[in-house]
């Protein structure tokens, strides 16, 4: 590790000897996506960058006009129909398509990723664990006190488009009981691991990180 990099947060809960840096998504991005901010003095949650939201919100108007270009407000009954050709075919399907992917895009960026000192609860949803009441531990929801440290961790991953290869960095946590849950992950090194040492902080845990730079 590079000793001029300043640390990240850490107490004497070190990562064991035996812990788990295996990568938890297979999935990966080039550039950052959420970071970390404070909503209240209890809690903080994981929201998307502005860049992220501008995209959006400039993609799916422009998607659902590609769409509209290609029918007819004149046809019969008053109701718009394709004109079916097959440029117009193309590019309602090129259109529909992208709709589709960037209102999913939108609804799975949007999604809240929360830590709540006051309830005791970590989750990730639009609903908190006390209005589901889920189990002790899921896929997206955990009390704080069964976390035991933030894992920071990193991959070396090339990119199915232009084959370049860039470094992935994943924020986990890790539990008591050994089991990890995943957080988020991204391309933005700097941004993440700040994120990591103010969240570990912030839930007075430590943070156990393995990072290739």
């Not at 992220?52 to 509209?68: E, K």
């Given at each position: 590790m590079d000793a001029s990099r300043p640390p990240l947060h850490s107490n004497d809960d070190a990562a064991p000897a035996d812990a788990d840096w295996t990568p938890l998504t297979r999935h990966s991005v080039n550039f950052t996506t959420r970071r970390l901010r404070q909503v209240s003095t209890t809690r903080?949650?994981?929201?998307?960058?502005?860049?992220?939201?501008?995209?959006?919100?400039?993609?799916?108007?422009?998607?659902?006009?590609?769409?509209?270009?290609?029918?007819?407000?004149?046809?019969?009954?008053?109701?718009?129909?394709?004109?079916?050709?097959?440029?117009?075919?193309?590019?309602?399907?090129?259109?529909?398509?992208?709709?589709?992917?960037?209102?999913?895009?939108?609804w799975a960026g949007m999604r809240p990723i929360v830590f709540d000192t006051a309830s005791g609860w970590f989750w990730q949803g639009w609903l908190s664990p006390e209005s589901t009441k889920p189990g002790l531990t899921s896929t997206s929801a955990v009390r704080l006190s069964r976390v035991r440290a933030v894992q920071v961790l990193s991959k070396f991953v090339q990119d199915k488009y232009d084959g370049r290869h860039y470094h992935f960095y994943e924020l986990n946590l890790v539990l008591h009981d050994g089991r990890r849950l995943h957080v988020l992950g991204h391309a933005g090194m700097a941004a993440l691991r700040g994120d990591a040492n103010e969240l570990a902080a912030f839930i007075g845990k430590p943070v156990w990180e393995q990072v290739n730079f």
């Open positions: 903080q949650a994981f929201r998307p960058i502005w860049g992220i939201v501008v995209a959006w919100v400039v993609t799916i108007p422009a998607s659902a006009l590609l769409v509209l270009g290609y029918l007819d407000p004149d046809s019969a009954l008053g109701l718009a129909v394709a004109r079916v050709t097959p440029p117009a075919l193309i590019g309602m399907i090129i259109g529909s398509s992208t709709l589709v992917f960037c209102v999913l895009a939108l």
